[in-house]
């Protein structure tokens, strides 16, 4: 609810490390297609190392690889006294993560035209400042100029008492407006709780059975609970904060009402997860919904306001990224799709420290490295055959071996045989395997009127010690 997308905000919280027993719960099987041990060595350990440098109790993590749940897995412990292990059964309330589904509900209303994104607010809450003049989309990407009720990294008294929407709404969102609505972007938990209350009045239906019938159970997220109402069961973790550098020490529970449409969810990890996979598939809107939701919003300046609509969008290691963290109080979450790789990161978490940002961190280069490399080694056959296609070749790129092949003659006939095909449609590496102190890898090359294979071996130090071209064997 108060976390912010990744790398957007840090909490002010102690990060030196104090051991609290980062130790591994039981891992759900990987998928048949999940990546070998060695990747998953490096993801607990990155959880494990970042655990106890932060005083974090515990993590729920679910990847995503290939479109697909690839790795989910608890550590640490979900409670602390009795010591009770994590599990990747149990629920951590997301906290702001849960705005994407609001801002999701609010794409259905509009495609079935019960609402549209540049409706005034005043057509469903019209005693609102300046309702007329604030736009539903704006709500949903925090242009509004609502002022945030929410902006403490703690619980003041006031909200440990019960709210209704419409209480928030008197106190908050008949003030004057903090901006002129759509020149800035400044993070509005009001501006979710006017969304809410708009979605329940366009649909004639409460929030969560919306959510649940639209979203939750198409994609089967069975976990689902709304901790706005009612506390996580015994069964699942415990909130943890800490003072300083002291010890974890349970934190309290928001009052009823004050989490609601912008931080009232509660899952496993790997049912968000599950919402990754939905959002990647593009399975619950229209593809220009999803455009929408995942376009960076343009304040009136024309500068970008890093956000979409309920999505943090930006670039992590090179990469599209649409992230968003969470916090409540006791727990905070980091959740990072990358949708042009069918990738995902999610990382839950029962205490306030800054370890679902700084975990999500560690796994990105970790969940791109072979894929990076494949596309660099792609990108520089592409380069090669290019140039021998025009009878050119780099020989700062080869071994002496490699370049004692490439005699005149051997130039001459790949530029004869080859400058005919054309620009090749695609070049795709289809295998990678080591002999001999080398690097083998095969490529195809799909040509407008024919396919060949690339062979090449590169050394230790990147020099190529082979590079041949011959007729595709299918």
């Known amino acids: 609810m108060r976390g912010q997308p990744l790398a957007r905000i840090a909490l002010a919280v102690g990060v030196l490390g ?26 607990d350990r990155a959880a494990a190392e970042i655990l106890e440098a932060t005083g974090t109790p515990s993590a729920s993590i679910a990847i995503v690889r290939d479109g697909k749940i690839a790795y989910v897995k608890a550590y640490g412990d979900a409670k602390l006294s009795p010591r009770v292990p994590a599990a990747s059964e149990m629920r951590y309330s997301i906290g702001s993560n849960s705005k994407q589904f609001t801002a999701t509900g609010i794409l259905m209303l509009a495609e079935e035209g019960r609402l549209s994104l540049d409706d005034p607010v005043s057509r469903f809450v ?20 609502y002022q945030d009720y929410w902006p403490q990294d703690f619980v003041p008294p006031f909200m440990s008492q019960p709210v209704t929407a419409a209480d928030i709404l008197t106190r908050w969102a008949r003030k004057p407006l903090d901006f002129e609505p759509g020149t800035q972007y400044q993070y509005s938990n009001t501006g979710y709780v006017i969304a809410g209350v708009i979605l329940e009045k366009a649909s004639g239906e409460k929030l969560l059975p919306f959510l649940t019938a639209r979203i939750f159970k198409p994609l089967q997220m069975n976990s689902v609970v709304n901790i706005d109402q009612d506390r996580l069961t015994e069964s699942d973790p415990v909130g943890y904060l800490r003072y300083a550098l002291g010890p ?23 049912d968000l997860a599950r919402w990754n996979v939905g959002m990647l598939e593009r399975r619950l809107l229209k593809p220009a919904s999803y455009d929408r939701m995942q376009t960076d919003v343009l304040l009136k300046s024309g ?14 290691g090179g990469h599209r990224a649409l992230a968003h963290g969470g916090a409540v109080s006791g727990f905070t979450s980091q959740n990072v799709v ?15 420290t800054v370890a679902p940002q700084r975990i999500a961190e560690r796994l990105a280069p970790i969940l791109f490295e072979k894929r990076d490399a494949v596309a660099a080694s792609e990108k520089r056959a592409r380069e090669i055959l290019a140039g021998l296609q025009a009878g050119k070749i780099d020989r700062s790129l080869f071994t002496a071996n490699a370049n004692a092949y490439f005699t005149e003659q051997a130039v001459d006939d790949f530029a004869g045989s080859l400058s005919p095909l054309g620009v090749p449609t695609e070049l795709k590496q289809t295998r990678q395997n080591d002999r001999g102190g080398m690097t083998f890898r095969l490529f195809k090359v799909t040509y407008p009127k024919r396919i060949v294979e690339i062979w090449e071996r590169d050394m230790p130090d990147g020099k190529i010690e ?3 071209v011959g007729p595709a064997a299918d």
């Not at 990358?338 to 306030?352: Q, S, Y």
């Open 18 to 43: 104090l051991a609290f027993g980062a130790r591994a719960a039981a891992a759900s099987p990987p998928a048949p297609d999940s990546d070998d041990a060695a990747f998953r060595a490096r993801v």
């Open 126 to 145: 019209p005693d609102l400042t300046r309702a007329a003049d604030v736009r539903v989309r704006q709500l949903l990407s925090h242009t509004s100029g």
């Open 338 to 352: 990358f949708p042009d790789d069918g990738a995902a990161i999610t990382v839950l978490t029962n205490g306030e």
């Open 303 to 316: 500068l970008a306001a890093g956000y979409g609509l309920g999505l943090d969008v930006q670039k992590i």
């Open 248 to 270: 974890p020490r349970p934190a309290p529970k928001e009052g009823k009402g004050w989490l609601f449409a912008a931080g009232e969810l509660a899952m496993t990890a790997e």
């Open 466 to 468: 082979q590079f041949q």
